[in-house]
């Protein structure tokens, strides 16, 4: 089974009826009583595109995708028009609609989720399919365009430097790196340190200080002491600060596939045809 990245054609999804469905035991006592288990943690979507075919046109592209997609047998995008954006979708995207994670200094990969929220209560899904272009994302209510997105899995990825460090001084809290990078290492924000001796970890900067004689950055920071018995490892940055909230807003497809095997069409009903097309969601898996 491959991955067709590409969407079931629109103009028919957006007729198309469907929705969520959840699997549910219940047992009936002989009391009236019932006892329920819920089998499925997590929603499976189906559609019925049949009532978006329309036209004429609209069966002559379902003939083709459904010979492109071989049937069941190749997965791809469907549009769901009553939920496709990270917000209502009578509103516009921002990059703080959905929380997705927060900081600790080091983490730099989050996975994409929608939550759903009634009377104070929450759920969230994962979404592995966002649409390319459309993901904005902030960091403590900033927004950014430091980052990257895998449309195919839904994990945005910060952009990181590192950088090796050149001097270290125990007494009054500090490591260099080369060069002036007192514009891009902000007071409050988080720098880690790792491939070093003794000094690995996550670290908060109090101040930055450029020494234009030696040509390095003074990163200090607070509440460490740094041990300069040996002066190697690297300074990484760019990823979320310790504390940060990391939010992002985007469009989103759901991760589909026929329901069938046979396209059976009957033009005799109506101009556009008759025709059956059931589509389902390749189903979330536990996380």
Not at 55 to 66: G, Q, S, W
Not at 106 to 133: C, D, H, M, W
Not at 152 to 160: A, C, E, L, S, V
Request: hydrophobic share 35%; charged share 25%.
């Amino acid at each position: 089974m491959t991955f067709i990245d590409a969407r079931f054609p629109v103009d028919i999804s957006y007729g198309s009826a469907g929705g969520p469905i959840y699997q549910t035991a219940i047992i009936s006592m002989r009391s009236g009583e019932e006892k329920r288990n819920i089998n499925w943690e997590y929603s499976r979507h189906e559609y019925d595109a049949a009532t978006g075919v329309q036209r004429i046109k609209h069966l002559e592209d379902l003939i083709a995708f459904f010979h492109v997609v071989q049937g069941r047998g190749h997965t791809f995008r469907w549009k769901d028009w009553a939920d496709y954006k990270s917000c209502k979708t009578s509103e516009t995207l921002t990059a703080t609609d959905q929380e997705i994670g927060t900081g600790d200094g080091s983490t730099a990969e989050f996975q994409i989720r929608k939550y759903y929220a009634f009377g104070g209560y929450q759920r969230f899904r994962n979404i592995t399919l966002p649409v390319s272009g459309s993901v904005f994302a902030a960091v403590g209510g900033v927004e950014t365009t430091a980052f990257t997105v895998d449309t195919n899995t839904g994990k945005i990825t910060f952009d990181t430097t590192e950088m090796g460090i050149v001097a270290v001084d125990t007494a009054n809290d500090w490591i260099a790196i080369g060069g002036d990078k007192t514009d891009d290492l902000k007071d409050g924000n988080s720098i880690e340190i790792i491939n070093s001796t003794g000094n690995d970890g996550v670290y908060t900067i109090s101040s930055t200080v450029y020494d234009s004689g030696n040509n390095w950055t003074e990163i200090h920071v607070s509440g460490g002491v740094i041990d300069d018995s040996t002066v190697d490892g690297d300074v990484k940055y760019g990823q979320p600060s310790v504390g940060d909230a990391v939010t992002v807003g985007y469009e989103f497809d759901v991760h589909a596939r026929m329901d069938t095997d046979q396209l059976s069409t009957n033009l005799s009903h109506y101009q556009a045809g008759e025709v059956e097309v059931p589509v389902i969601e390749i189903k979330q898996e536990k996380v």
